[in-house]
């Protein structure tokens, strides 16, 4: 069975050069709705949070609010000389507050790009969900932003083959709290997860 292979960086600060001395990323293709547009995703309230807003700070935009998860694509040409099929889900940090969404990850996604993989910038559901925690996991960040991490991971490697991708060449790295939740994702079986609030496809091996 297929396993994640995890990078988790609770301090980001040094990634500045790497992202500084990236090649110019490729543009990205739309962004992929997790669970369907117009779907409220699995264990939410509609309407509990305000509109998905996004921040310009120094280091760039920072996303808060968001209720409806999706991944960002940032594919690398096959005709890049480090080219193997291997992708990375990047999870930019925020504290489980917001996302900081350049500097933890579309600069992320631009070094990555320049080393011949192919990036998937996470855009997981912010902030705390209060509801949905389970009884000796710790509710810092509550289950939504790993059920948001694992459909991920599952819609990316049932929509490998179609992009050139090796499926059992899938990584995560994470920033600060996208660092917790690649560490999450990594150890923390579906298994624990209410049935109806994970798909089938969304299933991977800790």
């Known amino acids: 069975m297929a396993r994640l292979a995890v990078v988790s960086v609770v301090v980001s600060g040094l990634l500045g050069t790497c992202a500084a001395s990236a090649a110019t990323m490729p543009p990205s293709t739309a962004e992929w709705s997790l669970f369907g547009e117009n779907i409220t995703a699995p264990g939410d309230r509609t309407g509990f949070y305000t509109a ?68 998937f910038v996470l855009k997981y559901r912010v902030p705390f969900r209060p509801w949905l925690c389970r009884p000796g996991f710790g509710c810092r960040s509550g289950d939504a932003p790993l059920i948001d991490a694992q459909r991920a991971v599952g819609l990316l490697r049932s929509r490998s083959r179609a992009l050139g991708l090796n499926a059992s060449r899938i990584g995560f790295i994470g920033f600060s709290a996208g660092g917790h ?12 997860l209410t049935a109806q609030m994970i798909s089938p496809a969304a299933q991977t091996s800790p």
């Open 181 to 192: 939740l690649t560490a999450h994702i990594s150890t923390v079986s579906t298994r624990g």
């Open 52 to 119: 998905e807003t996004v921040q310009h700070w120094p280091a760039g935009r920072v996303i808060r609010n968001v209720s409806h998860p999706s991944l960002q694509p940032f594919l690398v040409d096959s005709s890049h000389p480090r080219f193997d099929g291997t992708a990375v889900i990047v999870a930019p940090g925020g504290a489980y507050k917001w996302l900081t969404w350049d500097a933890e990850g579309v600069d992320i996604a631009t070094w990555l790009n320049s080393l011949g993989i192919s990036a």
